[in-house]
């Protein structure tokens, strides 16, 4: 699972029929991992991620060993990541990895790798499963987005607030919007400091799958138009090389910020001072839900690739997955 174009409409369906099975829990044995080994190798710092991951797994009786830090590994004494990924395929069945370089995903199996492996973030480029956990909870708030033709009026209206083509968690939510729910988005509204915040790649999908879209420099975006969006999707950290950097941060949402009556304000965590504590006790809080579901799509995607899932839940599923 390395970008989310990895996944087939059908197969994305599925893990969240499976996600939303495991959510009420409808597991059968109580192990249905057992046996198997969770790597998760962090050379990035991580919270939601590394943890969410090593949680899916340990619920469902699996075992979980872990990199939380490159200082922790020889690759910090100069071994290459594809003499570490070789090595940590003879210790996992599934490795997750997070790693501060674009390439890291083809590097960790340069020296012949074969161990299953999740990309958990690659530089700015993509974070997948950030992604999957994104529209399972935008599925599970408005189930009509997974249908192929949705009502005109049950699609919504988006309005990013950030940087897509540097902000990997926005990167692959438009690339599954483009690819895989291309009649759920009806508008897009990029609201960024960056004059070009959509890459080439981006603008192309976009453009193919119909969604209409536009772009607006942060200081010269109308806070009033935000009551027009259903959802609006919010970030500020990017990685640049090492370190992290501040992007939209000069937009903050907080109570006083004019969202329609039934809008969603999604996050995919951390947050900085852009998002406003005093909108997590209100209708609009969609992003802790984005929290809550990561560990039931995570699981649901485990037990795939370990061809674990119909032990789990049984065939219902089985026809994407296999």
Known sequence: MISILDLRR??????FSAAARLQAGLVRPETPLGGKILLTAFFEPSTRTRLSFESAAHRLGGAVISIPDARLTSVHKGES???TGFMLGTYADVVVLRHTAESSVDDIRAAGMETPLV??????DEHPTQALADWYTLLKWRTELGDENPPEDRRISLCMLGTPRRMRSMRSFLLAATTHFPHAVRELLVVSDDPEPLDDDLTKRLTHAGIGHRCATGPQADLAEFAEFDVIYQNSLTLVDQGYQMLGSKIRLDANTPLGPDAVVMHPLARQAELSTDLDHTPHNLYFEQVGGAVFVRQALLLAITDRLTR????NDRQFLS
Do not use: F, I, K, T
């Open 10 to 15: 059908e197969e994305l369906l599925a893990l």
């Open 81 to 83: 990541l594809a003499d």
């Open 119 to 124: 990309n958990g973030g690659n530089g700015c």
């Open 312 to 315: 789990a839940l049984g065939a």
